[in-house]
């Protein structure tokens, strides 16, 4: 069996009455690409958020590398390896797409932003790494053009690149994509399958909540299907396809298999 290289066993979230995420299992494969798909409100933000460390876990535990990280705050667990995206971008509209991906590596330096962003005479040499590290991270996501434009001024497609470029720029060991595809159009979305493949490709496990089931169907080697915050299904994603329990979900009724509007 392939290496796992993050397992969440029996987690849950609630908040007062309302389970969010109910005593959900969940391994990730170390180089796949795993998604979780699920009707609006079935919980797939929230683990995402527990799995990164920006909620605490009411109950279960998160590993990470066969090391326990369910007590790990957010920017630890950063610095070991997972990063993320969100989906409601995040980007410094005024800074520059250079600067905005260039944040996605401040958490690993000595001094951290503030000082590099003062340009002191001892970070000069690290924020020139920083930059062209972050200059490769932008002509990998395809906006190498764009280094100098302010966020704010970028198409919204381009604006997600970015936002996944600030993700990558650190070599994560795992990405967490939350709605990479959302507002994107067809031809967006196809470029986005590709990218991702991309990150898969250079050694980054990637968990991708999405709606867009053609990307989803399309780049994900594993599925997750949660509805009203409990694991409903796992399998290849031509097996969930044809799952009654997802199609029940997703329609209502078992009689047609789910389509990408269905999903959505």
Request: with cysteine; hydrophobic share 45%; net charge positive.
């Amino acid at each position: 069996m392939p290496e796992a290289l993050l397992e969440a066993a029996g987690l849950s979230r609630r908040f007062g009455g309302l389970a969010a995420v109910d005593a959900v299992d969940l391994r990730v494969e170390r180089g796949a690409i795993h998604g979780l798909i699920g009707p609006n409100g079935a919980g797939k933000t929230t683990l995402l958020n527990l799995i990164a460390g920006a909620l605490a876990v009411t109950r279960g535990t998160v590993s990470f590398r066969g090391a326990d990280i369910t007590r790990w705050d957010a920017a630890r667990r950063a610095q070991a390896g997972i990063r993320r995206t969100f989906q409601n971008l995040k980007l410094f509209a005024e800074m520059s797409a250079l600067e905005n991906a260039s944040i996605g590596l401040h958490a690993g330096t000595h001094a951290g932003i503030f000082a590099a962003l003062a340009r002191t005479p001892a970070q000069r040499a690290e924020e020139e790494r920083i930059f062209a590290r972050a200059r490769r991270a932008l002509e990998f996501v395809g906006l190498g053009g764009d280094a100098g434009v302010a966020a704010g001024k970028l198409p919204y497609g381009h604006r997600r690149l970015l936002e996944i470029a600030r993700a990558f720029v650190a070599e994560p060991a795992l990405i967490l994509l939350d709605e990479p595809a959302a507002g994107l159009n067809q031809t967006e979305a196809a470029n986005l399958s590709r990218l991702i493949g991309r990150i898969r490709d250079a050694g980054c496990t990637v968990v991708l909540v999405e709606h867009h089931m053609d990307v989803v169907m399309s780049v994900c080697d594993q599925v997750t299907v949660l509805n009203y915050g409990r694991k409903l299904a796992e399998g290849r994603p031509a097996e969930i396809q044809r799952d009654a329990q997802v199609i029940e979900a997703y329609l209502g009724r078992g009689d047609a298999p789910p389509s990408k509007h269905a999903l959505a």
